[in-house]
């Protein structure tokens, strides 16, 4: 698979020339060593692709003529995941491990017991998402959502055609809960902190029209629950 890097300026006229250049042009002149006649692709982040060819390697900058250009529709299904902010470089690790598993929108939520802080607003999250997006070859990044509290992740569950929250207490398998499922617009996934979603905010949420359900036997890390939850939902409604 080639490579991919997200610019803001994609161009898409078949036989445009375009200089890479900035932290993505020395990356690939001198990481990635990439030589004159390789193949690569740029997109904007937003569906939109070209497909490019290495016509000049600089010492910091690659030069790239346009040999095809398309448009990745979304997905017809769009997932949002609710994240617990967890401590540390956990939160980096859910927002990496949550885009590579092709979600659309993290909306890191201020649970009662999260241990971490969101101090110095969302920008390292989305710089992130941005990164797994190109390691993960997405030509659609995801949103990354100002925090929220309690009361804004209920504004996001009643705005979904289907919520579920995953908790421990849950009798209800997944997939007995999306057996038989019809086609969905819109899922929203929350995912609690490492101690837990308290019995409040799950009634909260419940009252709110989310479906608690069980993500099997074994409790996951906050940080690592999500994937897990994506891929058994992707799976479950045939996204996947």
Partial sequence: MLTLFHVADLPT???AQYTLSGDDGHHAARVLRMAMGEELMLSDGHGAWSKMRVVEVGKKSIDLIVLESGFQ???????????AVTKGERSKEAIELLTEAGVDRIVPWQAARSIGKVDKGIEKMQITAG??????????????SDVVDTQGAIAVITSADLAIVFHESAT???SDLLLGSEPIASVVIVIGPEGGITDEELASMSGAGAKIALLGRPILRSA???????????TALRIW
């Avoid at 529709?73 to 994240?83: E, K, M, R």
């Avoid at 190109?134 to 995801?142: A, C, E, G, T």
């Fill in 172 to 174: 209800t398998k997944l």
């Fill in 224 to 234: 690592h629950a999500g994937i897990a939850a994506v891929a058994a939902v992707s």
């Fill in 73 to 83: 529709d979304a997905s017809a299904t769009t997932i949002t995941v609710i994240q």
């Fill in 13 to 15: 006229q078949v036989g």
């Fill in 131 to 144: 990164q797994a997006s190109k390691q993960s070859r997405r030509f659609w990044v995801p949103e990354v």
